[in-house]
């Protein structure tokens, strides 16, 4: 079968390459991958900057973002031959640290978890893949290929139930939250803020063209200059560009009692002459949170099943705005200012949404 294969910290190194079939010691579940989406994280990989092949490989098959049908399945697990799912990314620590043993593997300790596509464990973009089913979600089969995007909307539960539970320090009764960042995670960020009643603002640098749209399309207000030129100090702010000068304008405008999640992995690197005094005084006088937000457990995947099953159909398609063919894998690396989400049709015969 054709997968697509990475040297990590070896720049220009993908290939689109034949391997062997998925052993069946990867677990019972079959699945035909359908699409793959491509995020910041693989274009990372892909730069030489990040990832880390299996042990005893030269290569790391990409891909966790995944949706695929079910070939063959176990006759009493939770998925069925047919079944849209799509893979989980992280695998708990074999240690196991005291997280991953109860299944909080986004929370693991020692650092020594594996992740599909990323960290030491192959990836999804492969013809076929095998799964155990504790590590396989279920995906409405309404979504069809919209069900591509469910990774990244885990991404994103898992940052408001930290902002949730945080913000429930106090009494919380949050009004507005500021998106900074109209990508995937941003676009998706604001999808759940709107979803939770909240005024939801986002911001990003483009100042025209799909991503202002998606964001009214939603009855989000757009933003294009700097955070504290938007007039208010917003109650959450999920920051989701990893941009350095964006987050520390962020981080000094969070409103008093605030929640701010930072989920946009920067790549260091760049230095900025900043009050760190006056930005401590003002977030210590008003009992500002500042936490960071990685990956997604089981429960994170189960609430954004739900929250892409209640969103319209039409919006999210709007998101998968580019599909690439895998033979044409290259075209899908290059990104273009209008690209939301950039998905590599794995299968041509794609499910529609419904
Ligand atoms: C993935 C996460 C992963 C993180 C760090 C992100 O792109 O969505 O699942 O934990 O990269 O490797």
């Keep these: 079968m054709r997968a697509l294969t990475v040297v990590p910290l070896q ?7 034949d391997m062997e079939e998925p052993p069946e010691s990867d677990g019972p579940i079959l699945v035909e991958t359908l699409a793959v989406g491509i995020c910041g994280t693989d274009i990372e990989i892909l730069s030489g900057a990040y990832g880390w092949s299996p042990p005893g490989r030269e290569r790391l098959v990409l891909g966790h973002e995944s949706l695929g049908r079910v070939l063959e399945a176990p006759a009493d697990g939770p998925v069925a031959k047919g079944d849209l799912v799509v893979g989980i990314v992280r695998r708990p620590d074999p240690v196991p640290c005291a997280n991953c043993a109860v ?5 693991c300790r020692n ?5 599909r596509g990323i960290k030491g464990h192959d990836g999804y973009l492969s013809e076929r893949y095998r799964i155990t089913p504790d590590f396989v979600v279920k995906v409405d089969s309404q979504l069809g290929i919209l069900g591509v995007l469910l990774e990244p909307t885990s991404v994103v539960a898992k940052a408001w139930e930290e902002v949730d539970r945080i913000g429930g320090r106090a009494h919380w009764a949050p009004h507005t939250v500021l998106i900074t960042g109209a990508g995937p995670i941003g676009l998706l960020a604001a999808l759940l803020g709107v979803q939770r009643g909240l005024e939801v603002h986002v911001l990003d ?5 799909v991503k202002p749209d998606l964001v009214r399309a939603l009855g989000a207000t757009y933003h294009s200059g700097p955070v504290h030129s938007i007039g208010f100090n917003p109650d959450v702010i999920i920051e989701c560009t990893g941009v350095s000068s964006v987050i520390l304008d962020a981080m000094s405008n969070v409103g008093v009692g605030g929640v701010m999640c930072l989920t946009g992995v920067s790549s260091g690197g760049h230095e900025i002459n900043f009050d760190e005094g006056a930005m401590n005084r003002s977030m210590v006088l008003e009992n500002v949170a500042v936490v960071g937000s990685v990956n997604a457990n089981r429960r994170h995947y189960d609430s954004a099943a739900l929250a ?11 998101l998968v705005n580019r599909r690439v063919p895998l033979e044409k894998w290259s075209e899908a690396l290059t990104r273009n200012d209008n690209d939301v989400k950039v998905v590599i049709e794995v299968n041509p015969e794609m499910p529609t949404s419904t």
């Design 111 to 115: 650092g020594q978890y594996t992740e």
């Design 103 to 107: 299944m909080e593997w986004d929370f």
């Design 11 to 17: 720049a220009g190194s993908a290939a689109l390459i």
């Design 205 to 209: 640098r483009m100042t025209e063209g």
């Design 308 to 318: 892409l099953a209640a969103a319209d159909r039409d919006w999210l398609a709007g």
